[in-house]
């Protein structure tokens, strides 16, 4: 039974953040975290100046936990969806994912051909992308199940996400009925990218001088994004374990 179930959501919210907070007390401070489950009880300073800036570093984290929170609660939400993905993989196996990936790629190929009249080559491009989608689905399952937490929030996450970002991108390419929808997309991302995240050391302007986005470089760009999406969602998913495991 949940911690939701037992003692009801406002209960669960409160042991959630006490967890939370009890993790940054111990960052400094021994015996914080669950203390009231151990014999040694929970650590208390003891003289005035102790207290003091004891209290302090409390305070200082009251606000960075309430604003971390909103993560965790996204983190449960994405564990469910992974979970389901997570069951439903091991009930049709590693052969299964890669069945299933072929057909759905396999349709979007067909579909590419016979109703977005892409020329043969890109047709021929949208199965290599299928196929790195395929292939990258059924390592996301093995690494998740061979290598661990790290394997899995490492490698995992951004195999499946280049998953399903690739193809879409790759098949756009050729198509210019996804070309009007992908790339302008693309380059608005890529625009806000560069002028909020990549300005530590002028990466920003270096990619602008360098670089231009066409061609080949949506799908660099889109590939370069999943890695990151990738491990802040495995490492969600990781946090929301943390702070309430399932078991």
Same mark, same amino acid.
């Given at each position: 039974?949940?911690?939701?179930n037992r003692?009801?959501?406002?209960g669960?919210?409160r042991i959630?953040?006490k967890?939370l907070?009890?993790?940054?007390?111990e960052l400094?401070?021994?015996?914080?975290?669950?203390?009231?489950?151990?014999?040694?009880g929970k650590?208390?300073?003891?003289?005035?100046?102790?207290?003091?800036?004891?209290?302090?570093?409390?305070g200082?984290?009251?606000?960075?936990?309430?604003l971390?929170?909103?993560?965790?609660?996204f983190?449960?939400?994405l564990?469910?969806?992974?979970s389901?993905?997570d069951?439903a993989?091991?009930?049709?196996?590693?052969l299964?994912v @890669? =069945?299933?990936s072929?057909? +759905?790629w396999? %349709?979007?190929s &067909? /579909? #590419?051909?016979?109703q977005?009249?892409?020329?043969?080559a890109g047709v021929i491009? @949208? =199965?290599?992308?299928g196929a +790195?989608?395929? %292939?990258?689905? &059924? /390592? #996301?399952?093995?690494?998740?199940?061979v290598?661990g937490?790290a394997?899995?929030?490492? =490698?995992s996450y951004?195999l499946?996400?280049t998953a399903?970002?690739?193809p879409?991108?790759?098949?756009a390419l050729?198509?210019?009925?996804l070309?009007a929808v992908v790339?302008?997309?693309?380059?608005s991302?890529a625009v806000?990218?560069l002028d909020n995240?990549l300005?530590?050391?002028d990466?920003n302007?270096y990619?602008?001088?360098?670089?231009d986005?066409?061609?080949i470089?949506?799908?660099?760009m889109?590939f370069?994004?999943a890695?990151?999406?990738?491990?802040?969602?495995?490492?969600l998913?990781t946090l929301?374990n943390?702070?309430r495991?399932?078991?």
């Amino acid at each position: 039974m949940s911690a939701a179930n037992r003692t009801g959501l406002a209960g669960a919210i409160r042991i959630d953040l006490k967890r939370l907070h009890e993790t940054w007390m111990e960052l400094i401070y021994p015996r914080q975290l669950d203390a009231e489950q151990m014999v040694l009880g929970k650590w208390r300073p003891e003289t005035t100046g102790s207290r003091i800036a004891y209290w302090l570093w409390a305070g200082l984290g009251a606000p960075l936990v309430g604003l971390l929170y909103p993560l965790v609660l996204f983190g449960y939400v994405l564990r469910y969806q992974a979970s389901k993905l997570d069951s439903a993989a091991t009930r049709i196996g590693v052969l299964g994912v @890669v =069945v299933v990936s072929v057909v +759905v790629w396999g %349709a979007l190929s &067909a /579909l #590419a051909r016979f109703q977005l009249e892409m020329t043969t080559a890109g047709v021929i491009t @949208v =199965v290599a992308a299928g196929a +790195v989608a395929t %292939a990258s689905a &059924a /390592l #996301a399952v093995v690494t998740s199940r061979v290598g661990g937490r790290a394997s899995t929030v490492l =490698v995992s996450y951004p195999l499946a996400i280049t998953a399903i970002f690739l193809p879409p991108v790759v098949a756009a390419l050729y198509s210019q009925q996804l070309a009007a929808v992908v790339f302008p997309q693309s380059e608005s991302l890529a625009v806000w990218i560069l002028d909020n995240v990549l300005t530590i050391g002028d990466i920003n302007a270096y990619l602008r001088n360098n670089y231009d986005l066409e061609g080949i470089a949506y799908v660099a760009m889109w590939f370069g994004i999943a890695v990151p999406v990738g491990w802040i969602l495995g490492t969600l998913v990781t946090l929301a374990n943390y702070v309430r495991p399932r078991d």
